[in-house]
């Protein structure tokens, strides 16, 4: 199974701030990689795929970037509506496995 | 717009079969691959199988010996079956559509308790 590592765990920003989070996957995954934002109590919402891809409808605050092992996604000024648990996922091989998550907080 | 919608027990005993079905609408079920995914209370992802439009499966190792994952094209329907289930099977469970999951369901939460 390919692993996929995310770090942080968890971040504490500001409003406005620009935000990055890492994922690295345990093998080269060409760029097989989607990011998820997901809520409490809520399903994950798409955001990206094929590592820089936006999805239809997510604002261009969202960028992803990476190829191989590393990926980033980045916020470009948090807002409000950001706060929420951040997952990738590597669809390169089977099983489809997906990061550990990143949990986005107020400062 | 498309959307997925689960449904089935919210409560299962253990050692019987967990059931679950995820309704499509709104686009086609054709040329798509169909999956699952659950969570676990406070807990990450995990993938669980899925299944193409035209009946191929492929599923979690981890899970395999358990799960079925079958497709009723004209209901527009998809289905889980996970056997044999523990406490450690109580998850929200998710369908969700292709390899990078561009529409979700909202989540079905099932307790495995007696």
């Known amino acids: 199974d390919i692993q996929m590592t995310q770090s942080p765990s968890s971040l504490s920003a500001s409003i406005g701030d620009r935000v990055t989070i890492t994922c690295r996957a345990s093998q080269g995954i060409s760029s097989y990689l989607a990011w998820f934002q997901q809520k409490p109590g809520k399903a994950p919402k798409s955001l990206i795929y094929?590592?820089?891809s936006l999805q239809s409808g997510v604002p261009s605050k969202f960028s992803g970037s990476g190829s191989g092992t590393d990926f980033t996604l980045t916020i470009s000024s948090l807002q409000p509506e950001d706060f929420a648990t951040y997952y990738c996922q590597q669809y390169n091989s089977y099983p489809l496995t997906f990061g550990g998550g990143t949990k986005v907080e107020i400062k | 717009q498309v959307q997925l919608q689960e449904s089935g027990p919210g409560l299962v005993k253990p050692s019987e079969t967990l059931s679950l079905t995820c309704i499509v609408s709104?686009?086609?079920?054709?040329?798509?691959?169909w999956s699952w995914i659950r969570q676990p209370p406070g807990r990450g992802l995990e993938w669980i199988g899925y299944i193409y439009h035209s009946g191929t499966t492929n599923y979690n190792p981890s899970l395999e010996s358990r799960v079925t994952i079958s497709l009723d094209t004209s209901k527009k329907q998809f289905s889980l079956k996970l056997s044999s289930v523990t406490a450690a099977d109580t998850a929200v469970y998710y369908c969700?559509?292709?390899?990078?999951?561009?529409?979700w369901g909202q989540g079905a939460l099932v307790t495995v308790s007696s």
């Open positions: 094929g590592a820089s």
């Open positions: 969700a559509r292709d390899h990078y999951f561009d529409y």
């Open positions: 709104g686009g086609a079920i054709s040329n798509y691959y």
